[in-house]
């Protein structure tokens, strides 16, 4: 078992048996004067004192000086241990000057015992110097360590604000860096990215216009409108990598859940059925727009480069679960000749790890992969906020979360019941 298994007891309880194991310390002079019978000390008041100074000690944590001041008298009774605790104490938090002067009464009150009790009425000379030295020491010890303690309070503070200076430094040298980083890349995709988008745009629109025939000019019309719109897009995450957000959440415009039918129309691609249906009066994050509108997006790219464009593309946009889930799905053909495959066009395969990164960061999930009817099928579900879609055994069994279950059933290939519609 490691450190970090061993069970370690609450807060609460580690500070009671703290104090106990303190109390008990410090109560270990009287047990001693109590087994060995002496009847001269304590005393009555004596064992009174003692008792007042084991009260006060459990104060010398916030009421130091005073702690002290109610353990002193306990050292004419012969209780040595609780003054001493108190002493420790009270110079772990007063400066050297003021922990000096504690130590000093300290030193007086047990020198003035020692010669009272011990000393007689003429002590000699010797026996005065010899409890000097002996009362000079209770005192000092007591009071460098508490200043001992207390140093090393301020050194370990000193540290950790050294290390948290540290800390910020760095942070503030990684933002700037960062920060750098972020401009070169705009710039380079306003200065690359941006440069070929408009001359595909000023191109496409010449050709629009020197067309002979009306198929180019719709098709060339249409490559414009796409580089475009590709360019305010560009635009969109070079005012975002510079730290400009402009509308909710830096969700570039047009990239919503109701612009879906413009890209699908601007796809190409004979797409049918058609199912966009994001709940009537539900209002989904604009995060969730944009991944739902990418995915889309996505899967669009991919029909066009993997699959079957003479088969139409179904898409289904809906929400279910009693609005509590967003579904996108996908389904084309492959094509031919790819047995449901990806066919070998060059591409940075970076379109599926990014959806499913986003709808990770969302809390959804999403698949992609051949069916048993031959087709392919790309599909992502997103949950409301507040809905975990990826932990149901959390949830009461209700019909909602029957719904929910039939969803994530589906997108691990599951057949849908026939009675089932969403």
């Not at 500070?15 to 001693?32: H, K, M, N, S, Y």
């Not at 108190?86 to 020692?114: F, H, I, K, N, Q």
């Not at 301020?154 to 540290?159: D, K, L, N, W």
């Not at 790890?353 to 069916?371: K, V």
Request: hydrophobic letters at 45%; charged letters at 20%.
């Amino acid at each position: 078992m490691t450190t970090s298994d061993t069970p370690r007891l609450p807060p609460f309880l580690r500070r009671c048996a703290a104090e106990a194991a303190v109390l008990l310390f410090a109560g270990t002079d009287l047990l001693v004067e109590l087994l060995e019978g002496e009847k001269e000390r304590p005393g009555p008041y004596g064992l009174a004192l003692t008792v007042l100074a084991l009260a006060a000690l459990p104060w010398r944590r916030r009421r130091p000086v005073l702690a002290l001041v109610l353990a002193l008298p306990a050292l004419p009774a012969g209780m040595q241990l609780a003054p001493l605790v108190a002493l420790v104490s009270a110079a772990r938090v007063l400066p050297l000057v003021s922990a000096s002067l504690c130590a000093s009464v300290v030193v007086g009150t047990e020198l003035l015992d020692y010669l009272l009790w011990h000393g007689g009425p003429s002590p000699a000379s010797g026996d005065v110097l010899q409890a000097l030295v002996y009362c000079t020491v209770f005192g000092a010890a007591p009071t460098a360590f508490g200043q001992l303690l207390r140093s090393r309070a301020r050194v370990a503070e000193q540290v950790l604000a050294l290390r948290q200076s540290q800390e910020r430094a760095l942070r503030s040298e990684r933002a700037v860096v960062e920060e750098a980083a972020r401009a070169a890349l705009a710039r380079e995709m306003h200065d690359v990215v941006g440069h070929e988008m408009s001359l595909v745009s000023v191109r496409a629109a010449a050709l629009a216009r020197r067309a002979p025939d009306a198929d180019t000019r719709r098709e060339a019309e249409l490559i414009r409108a796409v580089s475009v719109r590709a360019l305010d897009e560009v635009r969109h995450l070079v005012r975002a990598l510079r730290g400009q957000h402009p509308g909710e959440s830096g969700v570039p415009l047009g990239s919503r859940l109701s612009d879906i039918p413009l890209l699908v129309e601007h796809s190409g691609l004979t797409v049918e059925p058609v199912t966009i249906a994001p709940g009537d009066g539900v209002y989904w994050p604009a995060t969730m727009e944009l991944a739902a509108y990418r995915t889309v997006q996505e899967a669009l790219t991919n029909v066009l480069r993997h699959g079957d464009v003479g088969v139409p593309v179904a898409l289904r946009v809906e929400s279910v679960d009693d609005d509590t889930c967003l579904v996108v799905e996908v389904r084309s053909a492959p094509a031919p000749g790819t047995n449901g495959q990806a066919a070998p066009v060059t591409s940075g395969g970076h379109g599926l790890t990014g959806l499913r990164e986003r709808a990770r960061l969302l809390g959804g999930a999403l698949t992609a992969g051949p069916t048993p009817d031959g087709s392919f099928l790309l599909r992502a579900a997103f949950p409301a906020p507040g809905h975990g879609l990826m932990e149901p055994e959390r949830r009461l069994p209700t019909a909602r979360t029957a719904a929910a279950r039939q969803v994530r059933g589906e997108m691990r290939g599951e057949p849908r019941p026939a009675q089932a519609r969403h």
